[in-house]
């Protein structure tokens, strides 16, 4: 029990002579340094302890991911909406930022392994092509560019298969036999005899072998020049002798000549295609 202030000051007035009792109540009066202030006796820290959390309240909280979820981002960044995220992206500047597919959210670039695939399929096809300029740069060079003369070598024989495999059986005999033609052919007539159709068919061959079916001129600009064809009735392409590209020409021919006129400047000189169509 503590005795008040007002009290203990006038036990020890000018004059007084405190008892005993007095020095005895005066000391329990006060808080020694070695002894614990009890609770009860801070006045308010009820009140103030109530403000604190509990050490198992503090002790939970610090252990709970979700702590402050509505005002801090968690670790795993799952409490993030589209629109923090924007936030967030503009605030460090990589608003342009670029994504792969994931899980739940397409993205805005192809994988590594996806462009890897498209650059094999462009080289293949790159190669491929590449190939096919080779071939193409083969044949301009060549005198037989379309092949049309071989072709319709070929294309006669084919049609007149059935009559050679008749001559081969007939290839001992010697005797005048009569033909009889399976098919109609365009330059041969009605031959009496076997010598008279082996006859007409190597003239129509030897025609067609003598006859060309293309020409190459090259050319430094516009020219006019023989038309070795003789005919009209061509297909005329015009190409540069180094790349190979196609170069934009007017031309007219005629069964004598064939005239070309180019239609910008020229780097190398310009390999002319001439191939015979049917007419």
Known sequence: MSTPLHTIFSWFETGDFPTETQFKDTFLSFYHKDDLIPVKGIEGFEEIFQLFAS???????LTDP??????????NAGNLTPAHIDSWKHKLGINNVATVDGPEQLGNVYTKIQVDGFVDELKDTDKDLTSDIEKIKKILLSNDLSLDELQEIIDFIKKSREDIEALKAVSGQ???DKVKLLFDYNGVGSPKNQQEFNKQIYDKVLLISQTPASAV????GSAVFTNTLETENVIIQARDSVTGKKINIDDYATNQTIEVKMLGDLANPINILILKVKP
């Open 55 to 61: 050490a198992e309240a503090f002790q939970k909280h």
């Open 66 to 75: 979700a702590a402050h979820s509505e005002y801090l981002a968690l670790l």
């Open 174 to 176: 010697t005797s005048e």
């Open 217 to 220: 001129v090259q050319v430094t």
